[in-house]
């Protein structure tokens, strides 16, 4: 295993190193959104089934959060280098046929392998962050960079879509992957340091479709519910989940060489932080799920104008993730820089309870109010959770941390999705044909049959974005009375100048 030693402050290289690192999480991160504004030139160009649009959209995600676990493991047992130039190139291969692809299916699949690319690179950057930064104050800084520039990413997938169909063909928007993997592959095994668990055991192949089948049924039925409501398929899609995920565990409990070992979470704060990354990634795509809707919908923007809009909520992100880490090492306590940022995002759920029909201002500032506060909670928990845990195990945990953010971003959806769908239904008129009454984009698709349906849809998606709204900052408000009684205990770790992790035996 090569890693630097402990507590050595990284150099020019480690910092050369971590902008490479950045181009794949940048690049995975907006493959999530960059299809938005392509897909009506798909359907024109290969004419996919209504079927087939859906998991042209939704493979990438599915497979993505499906194999989070497997790879994180498989990292810690290959390498994490080599396991992220495996993924790059495959990354780039995919990128490449889906770009040229003729057939829905075609596509469908190369999607699917931009997931598997994409499950293999995202927690072996942020492993490998681990790895470069030994020093408490410097990794703290650099995963800072690494959350700001994973939550930049799905807000620029969206514009870069949105641009490249303006003035190419709708292969562009994955050609631009290439350069940056080609870089990679380049550059990859000259900076970056190799390393793995010296003694990771065998790897447990049960694990696999158990990890599959306990993540896959509870995201797919969470991302259905905000569109087609709470039916009995869903709920057995989540329960079915949630059944498989208590034998996962029970495999990890007792497997000689379970794939997550169950002493990661006797890491001080590694618990906690799991938990809460699962609520801040709720209340970034519970908000998402109705300000770009609002944006298009009832400002009336178009795709482009609405995602270039959008940009303007991401630019306070690249100043509040380094101030949460610099309060930290100037003493205050992280419990308290995590509170604060709960706090600060509530707050901007609460201004979103105020906007009406026509509140450009107010909805973008809430935006830029609540996304800074959570880009600092998740700065910091992905600090306490990386600097608990022993370096060999480095990718299990990262990919701990990222599966609870696709947890909590399908639930944000649901749950908040489901509260102003409801209050949607209730407040539109009961005179409203069918199609109006399930949601905005229905009644606005018939608004010309109807006078004033169109200002009372509108009215009644306000009305519903406020109401989820208010129910979003009160779990944040939770949360942040949440953080302050799980992380007060656990020791400031930059302050202290070393981490406070277990010993790779698990002790």
């Known amino acids: 295993m090569t890693t630097n030693p402990t507590?050595?402050?990284?150099?020019?290289?480690?910092?050369?190193?971590?902008?490479?690192?950045?181009?794949?999480?940048?690049?995975?991160?907006?493959?999530?959104?960059?299809?938005?504004?392509?897909?009506?030139?798909i359907s024109a160009d290969l004419e996919p089934t209504g079927t087939q649009l859906l998991w042209i959209f939704d493979i990438y995600a599915f497979v993505l959060a499906g194999l989070l676990m497997t790879m994180g493991s498989l990292g810690d047992r290959i390498g994490r280098r080599r396991l992220l130039l495996i993924g790059a190139a495959a990354f780039g291969a995919a990128s490449l046929v889906a770009a040229?692809?003729?057939?829905?299916?075609?596509?469908?699949?190369?999607?699917?392998?931009?997931?598997?690319?994409?499950?293999?690179?995202?927690?072996?950057?942020?492993?490998?962050?681990?790895?470069?930064?030994?020093?408490?104050?410097?990794?703290?800084?650099?995963?800072?960079?690494?959350?700001?520039?994973?939550?930049?990413g799905v807000a620029l997938g969206s514009v870069l879509s949105g641009v490249l169909v303006e003035f190419f063909w709708w292969g562009s928007v994955f050609l631009v992957n290439l350069p940056a993997m080609a870089l990679l592959l380049l550059l990859g095994p000259v900076l970056l340091p190799?390393?793995?668990?010296?003694?990771?055991?065998?790897?447990?192949?049960?694990?696999?479709?158990?990890?599959?089948?306990?993540?896959?049924?509870v995201i797919y039925g969470l991302k259905e519910i905000p569109s087609n409501g709470w039916n009995v398929g869903y709920v057995v899609s989540i329960t079915v989940g949630l059944l498989f995920a208590t034998l996962f565990v029970q495999r990890q409990r007792t497997a000689t060489s379970p794939m997550i070992s169950p002493a990661l979470f006797r890491g001080r704060g590694f618990s906690p932080a799991v938990a809460l990354n699962l609520v801040a990634t709720f209340g970034v795509m519970g908000s998402t799920y109705f300000t770009t809707q609002y944006l298009q919908s009832v400002l009336d923007k178009s795709a482009l104008e609405a995602a270039l809009w959008a940009l303007l909520p991401s630019l306070p992100i690249?100043?509040?993730?380094?101030?949460?880490?610099?309060?930290?090492?100037?003493?205050?306590?992280?419990?308290?820089?995590?509170?604060?940022?709960?706090?600060?995002?509530?707050?901007?759920?609460?201004?979103?309870?105020?906007?009406?029909?026509?509140?450009?201002?107010?909805?973008?500032?809430?935006?830029?109010?609540?996304?800074?506060?959570?880009?600092?909670?998740?700065?910091?928990?992905?600090?306490?959770?990386?600097?608990?845990?022993?370096?060999?195990?480095?990718?299990?945990?990262?990919?701990?941390?990222?599966?609870?953010?696709?947890?909590g971003g399908a639930l944000g959806m649901a749950v908040l999705g489901s509260i102003g769908t409801a209050i949607y239904r209730h407040e539109i008129p009961a005179s409203a044909p069918d199609a109006a009454r399930e949601t905005l984009g229905g009644a606005l698709a018939i608004a010309d049959q109807v006078p004033g349906l169109a200002a009372a849809a509108r009215a009644a998606f306000a009305g519903g974005m406020q109401g989820a709204a208010i129910a979003g900052a009160a779990v944040l408000v939770g949360a942040a009375v949440l953080a302050t009684a799980t992380l007060r205990r656990v020791r400031n770790m930059q302050s202290a100048g070393q981490t406070d992790q277990l010993s790779p035996s698990g002790v």
């Open 194 to 217: 190799e390393s793995k668990d010296p003694a990771p055991g065998r790897f447990d192949w049960l694990s696999v479709p158990l990890s599959m089948a306990a993540v896959l049924p």
């Open 100 to 152: 040229y692809a003729n057939s829905a299916e075609t596509l469908i699949a190369a999607r699917a392998v931009l997931g598997i690319g994409g499950a293999t690179l995202m927690p072996s950057t942020l492993a490998l962050v681990r790895t470069l930064f030994t020093d408490p104050a410097q990794r703290a800084k650099a995963i800072a960079t690494w959350s700001g520039v994973m939550t930049a």
């Open 318 to 407: 690249g100043i509040a993730a380094p101030l949460a880490t610099r309060l930290v090492q100037k003493g205050m306590d992280r419990a308290y820089v995590v509170t604060a940022g709960f706090a600060i995002a509530a707050s901007g759920y609460a201004l979103l309870a105020f906007a009406g029909t026509d509140a450009l201002g107010l909805v973008l500032l809430a935006c830029g109010v609540l996304a800074s506060g959570l880009v600092m909670v998740m700065s910091q928990i992905m600090d306490l959770a990386l600097g608990s845990v022993p370096v060999e195990r480095a990718g299990s945990a990262s990919s701990l941390m990222e599966t609870s953010g696709e947890f």
């Open 7 to 41: 507590n050595t402050r990284a150099g020019r290289r480690e910092w050369t190193a971590l902008g490479v690192l950045m181009l794949p999480l940048l690049l995975v991160s907006m493959d999530v959104s960059v299809l938005y504004f392509a897909i009506p030139a």
